[in-house]
């Protein structure tokens, strides 16, 4: 064996050099932090807050819609009392045409009797003066 083979064949040797010690201090206990109360309002962009959002809205949609159907409700009671109303006035109306009617039909036989009467004195009259005059 050569001098090289051996060289290669020796093991190398590490020197070992000694590891620091960590520096560590000792934890050190802390006493335990009161907890902050929650607030009670969640912010608008939290997920709660969204929600609790969405169920304020729906509340006030729901809240108006029992308005809506109240108004709803009281005017068609309003229309109800229009249409009974719109109804009698009709009633009243053709009651008044009727005997509007019947007026209008007296007033015309008054003028044909009157007419008539008239044409009887043209008459009476034309022969009286055929006869004054001869």
């Known amino acids: 064996m050569s001098k090289e083979g051996e060289k290669a064949a020796k093991p190398a040797r590490v020197v070992a050099t000694p590891t620091r010690k960590a520096i560590r201090e000792e934890r050190k206990r802390r006493a335990a932090m009161p907890m902050k109360e929650r607030p009670k309002k969640t912010g ?7 929600i609790a959002a969405i169920q304020n809205e729906m509340e006030a949609i ?13 005017f068609y009671e309003g229309v109800g009392e229009l ?15 009727s005997e509007i009617f019947s007026g209008a039909l007296a007033i015309q036989m008054g003028i044909r009797t009157l007419q008539s009467n008239i044409n009887e004195k043209i008459k009476e009259n034309a022969e009286w003066v055929k006869s004054f005059y001869g």
């Open 44 to 50: 608008p962009s939290t997920v709660k807050g969204k």
């Open 62 to 74: 729901q809240a108006k819609r029992g308005e809506f159907q109240k108004g709803i409700a009281a």
């Open 83 to 97: 249409y009974e109303s719109i109804g009698a006035q009709a009633k009243e109306n053709k009651d008044a045409a």
